[in-house]
């Protein structure tokens, strides 16, 4: 009777031990990848602000409309505001939505 409780007690001391030990390691693991999430988050804002910007700075570069499409600096004018109004949908929903 002994020897089998000795042996119960070993074994769920190990198993403890053991599990306990991979605890610790997956916390250490989740840990990491909040601060990853963190930095993405950070990062993201961060891109989100300076898309604002540059699209804030092309309307108001654009407001006359002086750009047209039929020359060089009109179409990558227009390419670059798609990009942006793309992105910006992406991130932020519809420009509609805000105004």
């Given at each position: 009777?002994?020897?089998?409780?000795?042996?119960?007690?070993?074994?769920?001391?190990?198993?403890?031990?053991?599990?306990?030990?991979?605890?610790?390691?997956?916390?250490?693991?989740?840990?990491?990848?909040?601060?990853?999430?963190?930095?993405?988050?950070?990062?993201?804002?961060?891109?989100?602000?300076?898309?604002?910007?540059?699209?804030?700075?092309?309307?108001?570069?654009?407001?006359?409309g002086a750009?047209?499409?039929?020359?060089?600096?009109?179409?990558?004018f227009l390419?670059?505001?798609?990009?942006?109004?793309?992105?910006?949908?992406?991130?932020?929903?519809t420009q509609?939505?805000?105004?």
């Amino acid at each position: 009777m002994t020897i089998t409780l000795l042996l119960i007690i070993i074994v769920f001391t190990i198993s403890g031990g053991y599990f306990g030990y991979r605890a610790y390691i997956l916390a250490g693991l989740l840990a990491d990848q909040q601060q990853y999430i963190d930095e993405l988050e950070f990062t993201y804002s961060m891109v989100l602000d300076k898309t604002k910007e540059a699209y804030e700075e092309m309307k108001r570069i654009d407001t006359v409309g002086a750009f047209q499409s039929d020359d060089e600096s009109g179409t990558t004018f227009l390419l670059l505001k798609q990009v942006i109004d793309d992105l910006y949908k992406e991130t932020n929903g519809t420009q509609e939505e805000e105004k």
